[in-house]
């Protein structure tokens, strides 16, 4: 039963320009924690830390001090699945606001590179999300359009994209009564990079019905009709993209580009003409050096890019003339994602998980410029695609506005650059406590493992089991299932939206254990986890650190009966001060619980399904699911398929083909599960 007080506090959430929906009102440390960082920026202070324990709500504590400060919003996560689970809980948060997500577009990403010790080229190949891109799109329009805005995004964000200026110049002005004749409007689409396409009406494309023009944005879910007549725009709807009805009458538009990396007319040729000169002069360059070949590499290889510049204002590998295109000085930084906050002059910073994001950030700009000036030498690329780059870490500095680092273990940059502005948040709304730890012999770890994870499952509670090594994390998720366990494995190899879709699996109930090697990079999030261990938790190293270790902890915090295992041979250092660490919070909080009668309670977290994640299935993954479904009911048949699919999967990674190898794997693992689910007597008399 929802009371007044609880309808004048969403009341108070709806005067300002964030409309902060929640049925919770601050409690345990947020409402001193919400109070200090939004008088710490209202006062001017550029940095502070927000050091919250796992399960304190630093979520939501940043959505308060949002909605007390009515100012756009970055967000920034040291990954996409962190990144994602961000976005979901901000959309719940601001509904009625622009929540966007913005991340790499790659699904798959091998860099252009050359290896001179074995004359090895190796072409740039990546597997573009269109889905996410237009995602990217979105966030950029919003940002152009509305101040409301909060972009969730990943470190990606520091990497260059197109001009914001070029790119808001650009956008067109659409309003019932004013000028524009149907061929002007087409040739300003085709320019923005909307393709015209009569037959498949998809985002990114348009086409011509009589005096109609239907635009659909990539970055919108429904499509623009727009109604001409002479000169004159006589209509403009929103219209369904597969029915076609209209949705809504719109008297004014402002329609964007639909890529970020677009040139002005103006632009362009001044570009191209300064293309053919830092080409000439690096043909000149390695004829007097004698190195011919790379001479002719360099010549045919931007005579190409300028043709297709030219012709359509596009070629691949467009990026590495961002310099040019947008008439920057030769080494000065790229656009980036923060030049689209710019307009706004008092926009906010969040890095969350700041203790793994900043390192990411620092270290971005070095491998990238080493990779690229072997291609540059060996005349492959220009010298200015070393401006097509991440920024380095002064001019990310530079670039910050007030900021908050946000983390449960901050690192060294963050707790000496916020000063005395470190914002603790200890006490947990729930009133759970920090999981208690259990230091174990790491021999017969995996025999002990198995049956703790029994118990929790009868509980119908979740374990996390931490490998060192991906091929580890794999080898014990095949070995839980023989021993009839519903496991999964999860690491780097499995692309970002398929990690999404293996946690929400995980989150449901549809397996119990999720093995992995780094899950801290996943933002698991899951009240449900009754378990987390960390085997070989002795090797000292990134993964084993103190501040992993608390870290890794922290994943069983938001369960009424959460424990931590560690199994190892020895009492390390990190490990010694992680287990000092969480006692001195452990005492904290039960003192806190004592003096208010609090009585710990499991988080309850409601499962939220965006439709930004929806994503079509692809013809590979169809034909697996509908083997798998033509198989299931013929138990007779699985040992049979078990051994022929486990005899392909060798068989393709003999010959290389190790994606097809992955997918078969993949195949088998569900098989196997099958197997196990079957009833031993219906087996034995088949």
Known sequence: MRTAEHFFYLYNYVMGIFKLHSPFRPSGDQPKAIERLADNIKNGVARQTLLGVTGSGKTFTMANVIERLERPVLIMSPNKVLAAQLYSEFKQFFPENAVEYFISYYDYYQPEAYIPQTDLYIEKDAAINDHIEKLRLKATNSLLSRKDTIVVASVSSIYNIGSPESFQKLRIHLKIGENLTRTDFTKHLIKIQYERNETEFIQGNFRIRGPFVDVFPPYSQNALRVKIEGPIIKSIQEIHPITGDAVNEIEEVWLSPAKQFVSEDEKMEEALNSIRLECAERVKFFEQSNKLVQAQRIKQRTAYDLEMLEQTGFCPGIENYSRQLELRAPGSRPNCLFDYFKRYDDFIVFIDESHVAVPQIRGMYNGDR?????????????????????????????????????????????????????????????????????????????????????????????????????????????????????????????????????????????????????????????????????????????????????????????????????????????????????????ALQQAYNKEHNIQPKTIQKAEVELKEFEQESQSGALSMIHTLSEVRPQAKNLPALIKETERQMLEAADNLNFELAAQLRDTLFELKDMAVKTPKKLRQKR
């Open 370 to 586: 080493a990779r690229k000036q072997m291609l540059i030498d060996f005349g492959f690329r220009l010298p200015s695609a070393l401006d097509n780059r991440p920024l380095r870490f002064d001019e990310f500095e530079s670039l910050l506005p007030s900021t908050v680092f946000v983390s449960a273990t901050p690192g060294p940059y963050e707790l000496s650059i916020s000063g005395n502005n470190i914002v603790e948040q200890i006490i947990r709304p729930t009133g759970l406590v920090d999981p208690p730890v259990k230091l174990l012999p790491a021999e017969g770890q995996i025999h002990d493992l198995l049956l703790r994870i029994e118990d929790k499952t009868r509980k119908k509670q979740r374990t996390l089991v931490l490998a060192l090594t991906k091929k580890t994390a794999e080898d014990l998720s095949v070995y839980l299932l023989e021993k009839g366990v519903k496991a999964r494995y999860l690491h780097s190899d499995i692309d970002s939206l398929e990690r999404i879709e293996i946690l929400k699996d995980f989150s449901r109930g549809a397996f119990d254990v999720l093995v992995g090697i780094n899950l801290l990079r996943e933002g698991i999030d899951i009240p449900q986890v009754g378990l987390v261990a960390i085997l070989e938790a002795d090797n000292e190293g990134f993964l084993r650190n103190q501040t992993t270790l608390i870290q890794i902890a922290g994943r069983a915090a938001r369960n009424v009966d959460g424990e931590v295992l560690l199994y190892a041979q020895r009492e390390t250092p990190s490990i010694k001060y992680a287990l000092a660490e969480m006692d001195r919070r452990r």
